[in-house]
């Protein structure tokens, strides 16, 4: 599965964006898609994962309340719907594919305060 990431920007705080991520090539209900983080000088962290069939929902603590992932199997794309930006959640946002450990390109959100 291949992968790619859009629709970062720049939001002052407070502010929302979705970001999205498109894939292509043959994907299965039962596999589990997700969205990891990182920021300027810290490690890549999980921030979200969903499988094609729509359970499997889990959240970072970290974002838990403000960001909802979520999935158009027929557009074959995955979302994350960030709201209630914190310049903490700046970071390049990476679309991933667990089951072949694929990764997107990524997507920068900037957020200030």
């Known amino acids: 599965v291949q992968l790619q990431a859009s629709g970062g920007g720049l939001v002052q705080a407070g502010g929302s964006l979705r970001i999205s991520c498109a894939a292509s090539?043959?994907?299965?209900?039962?596999?589990?898609m997700g969205w990891f983080r990182q920021a300027p000088g810290k490690e890549r962290e999980f921030v979200a994962r969903i499988r094609w069939i729509g359970d499997w929902i889990y959240y970072a603590d970290s974002v838990k309340g403000r960001f909802t992932i979520s999935r158009d199997n027929a557009r074959k794309r995955i979302y994350l719907q960030t709201n209630s930006l914190k310049p903490d959640d700046t970071a390049v946002y990476y679309c991933h594919e667990f089951k072949g450990d694929s990764w997107g390109q990524g997507t920068l959100v900037t957020v200030s305060s």
């Open positions: 090539g043959r994907t299965f209900d039962r596999d589990v």
